[in-house]
């Protein structure tokens, strides 16, 4: 009996280990290998532990190349910004003398009689894929204006930003306009990017740019790479990455020896250790308590304290990605978000709007996303509209303080309450 169930184990065994042979060769047949060791199968991409080079090289030589043409440039203190006075997206984006997007100037000082807000966060903020008369910071000012509200909406967004770098651009350049209200336009999934340095590292198809980093030390936000190290630089610490001193604090680094383990020679099995790291949201930066998750914590409390010590209400609005909203609105239970800690501390902290709450299932569709999955003009109105309600409600039921005014009186119209 027990020789019988030895033969029959060996056998199964050699079945298995003959399938996964077989599996392994599949793999390695069908992917594909570039000349900086990455390998990709399917939608999935392994890694090697050392940089590649020559895709980073490439990259910042293209940079310089063409810099006195580029839209998005180099930025000492934020990583990089927009040119000012300059057009995007075929001139449908246009950026001001000041640097942020909009087809007019501001003055330094807000209008006496009017109301100022300004809007900071990445591409849903900015408005990626929509023209300038389509993007919602635009139809706020109109939907407000039809509230009875008079406003004027300044947009700070930069596409690729983490939410250390909308927190700089207010301190480097947004808290010269003195707005009276300052939405932070929330995308949770940031949090990877504030664990992020070298922003080629995070998407290798991204501008040649290093980008300044907070990081939590001895209990404190203290700020990394500030100055932001110069697309010139990079090539010399790319080549040797390992023995420059921000290395330990490049997330997208260290992570490449994640699976520089002992079955890390096989294919297969790192192709399978990368599905299921995809298929966990990466919780070691979105979670409570991890790197990522309490750093943007703390990002978000610091710029709120900074907003308020400016004289300032601070608003943040949470912008749901399409797949965020499809698992929302699905019929299936719902697991919380592993971000959602971040949610709840802003909804309790803070002037909190939640966008999805305020959207039917029939957004998920295709028509209201740009081809990249950001917002497309339909949904741009939608959260225009929202958002006016809610900064009206707030406004009327003294929750947004606007330490500027003494009464309402001096930015809503006299008919106010006939237009409500």
């Not at 203190?77 to 640097?99: E, H, Y």
């Not at 959260?383 to 009206?392: F, P, Q, S, T």
Request: glycine share 6%; proline share 6%.
């Amino acid at each position: 009996m027990r020789r019988q169930l030895f033969i029959h184990a060996s056998i199964a065994l050699v079945a298995i280990l003959c399938t996964l042979l077989a599996l392994e060769i599949l793999v390695r047949a069908l992917g594909e290998t570039d000349a900086d060791g990455r390998f990709t199968f399917m939608q999935f991409i392994l890694e090697p532990p050392n940089l590649p080079v020559t895709e980073l090289r490439g990259q910042v030589e293209d940079y310089i190349v063409n810099k006195e043409f580029a839209i998005v440039v180099y930025d000492e203190w934020l990583g990089w910004s927009f040119r000012p006075n300059s057009v995007r997206q075929g001139g449908t984006f246009t950026i001001n003398s000041a640097g942020f997007r909009s087809r007019r100037d501001f003055s330094k000082a807000p209008p006496a009689n009017s109301l100022r807000i300004a809007v900071f966060g990445d591409s849903f903020t900015a408005g990626d894929d929509v023209a300038d008369d389509e993007v919602w910071s635009y139809q706020l000012e109109q939907e407000l204006a039809d509230a009875g509200i008079r406003a004027e909406v300044l947009n700070f967004g930069v596409g690729a930003y983490g939410m250390g770098q909308a927190y700089l651009r207010w301190q480097r350049l947004g808290k010269s306009f003195s707005p009276d209200i300052v939405i932070f336009g929330l995308q949770p999934e940031n949090l990877k990017r504030n664990v992020n340095v070298f922003r080629q590292l995070l998407h290798p198809s991204g501008p040649a740019f290093s980008k300044p980093r907070f990081a939590i030390l001895e209990g404190e936000l203290q700020l990394l790479n500030s100055p932001a190290l110069p697309p010139e630089q990079l090539i010399a610490i790319f080549e040797n990455f390992s023995d420059h001193p921000l290395a330990p604090y490049e997330f997208y680094y260290r992570n490449r020896f994640r699976a520089a383990r002992w079955w890390s020679s096989s294919r297969l099995a790192g192709i399978l250790f990368e599905a299921l790291r995809q298929q966990e949201e990466e919780p070691g930066i979105y979670t409570p308590g991890s790197e990522g998750g309490e750093l943007g914590k703390a990002i978000i409390d610091d710029f709120a304290r900074d907003a308020a010590a400016a004289g300032a209400e601070f608003v943040v609005l949470h912008l749901p990605l399409q797949s965020h909203l499809k698992r929302y609105f699905s019929n299936l239970p719902r697991p919380r978000p592993i971000y959602d800690f971040l949610l709840e501390h802003c909804r309790q902290t803070y002037n909190y709007v939640a966008l999805e709450e305020r959207l039917r299932p029939a957004v998920v569709d295709d028509a209201f996303w740009s081809a990249t999955k950001h917002y497309g003009p339909p949904l741009h109105a939608l959260l225009a509209r929202v958002l006016a309600g809610e900064l009206a409600n707030c406004i009327d039921s003294g929750a947004c303080r606007l330490a500027r005014f003494d009464d309402l009186a001096a930015f809503t119209a006299a008919d106010r309450s006939a237009k409500r």
